[in-house]
């Protein structure tokens, strides 16, 4: 079964900390993205990569920057938490090209920065 | 802009219902369209993906049709059930990137 990784369901931090999202994926899928979901305002794509050590801001990028070293793993890093950065972290890949299988999510990251 | 609203966004049925989620978007130059299932607290599971040049695909209960020209799409579960309680989104796929809806939150009741 393929499969989509969160390091962690949830994660309590400090403000002020340097926090470190990782999402790995088994199935060789060329792109990777970041978003955070919030009640009302759904999801919002962060930071997206189509390759190893390539990367594209999405559209709330501030704050947060990513890592592609490897094709499988893709970490989103909160360089200083602050609390309007508590959510809820998605990572998702999916193939390359556009008539692709679609998303695949991993089971999401509920981060609480305190 | 492409813009993706889901109506209602709550729901709530007795059990053994049949139901209809809809999803409109304005912007018809898509790929494809995806509905996803999302639990409380939860990632996102994939349900259905249908590309622009099909009209509807089909997974047990569940049947997704695509309409692109009028920009809509309905996901219609039959016979629903308690465990179907959840929050559907569905994602369209444009030319420059994936536009989400914020869901149709659906309460089945035994």
């Known amino acids: 079964d393929v499969k989509v990784t969160q390091s962690s369901r949830y994660l309590v931090k400090r403000t002020g900390e340097k926090v470190f999202l990782e999402c790995v994926q088994d199935m060789d899928h060329e792109n990777m993205f970041w978003y955070r979901q919030d009640p009302g305002l759904g999801l919002r794509l962060i930071y997206f990569?189509?390759?190893?050590?390539?990367?594209e801001k999405g559209d709330i990028p501030e704050g947060y920057s990513v890592s592609r070293e490897k094709k499988e793993r893709f970490s989103l890093i909160l360089e200083s938490a602050s609390t309007n950065q508590t959510s809820m972290y998605l990572c998702?890949?999916?193939?390359?090209?556009?008539?692709?299988?679609?998303?695949?999510f991993g089971s999401g990251t509920r981060l609480t920065v305190v | 802009k492409q813009e993706v609203t889901q109506i209602p966004a709550a729901l709530s049925v007795p059990e053994g219902e049949n139901l209809v989620l809809n999803c409109s978007f304005t912007?018809?130059?898509?790929?494809?369209l995806q509905w996803f299932r999302q639990d409380p607290g939860k990632g996102l599971t994939s349900l259905l993906l249908i590309q622009s040049s099909q009209r509807e695909q089909t997974s047990g209960r569940l049947n997704a049709s695509l309409d692109k020209s009028s920009g809509r799409s309905t996901l219609y579960i039959a016979a629903s059930q308690p465990g179907d309680s959840a929050t559907y989104l569905c994602?369209?796929?444009?030319?420059?990137?994936?536009?989400f809806g914020i869901g149709t939150k659906l309460q089945v009741i035994p």
């Open positions: 994602a369209v796929r444009g030319y420059q990137k994936v536009t």
């Open positions: 990569s189509y390759d190893v050590k390539m990367k």
């Open positions: 912007d018809s130059a898509i790929y494809n």
């Open positions: 998702a890949s999916s193939l390359e090209g556009a008539a692709g299988d679609g998303y695949t």
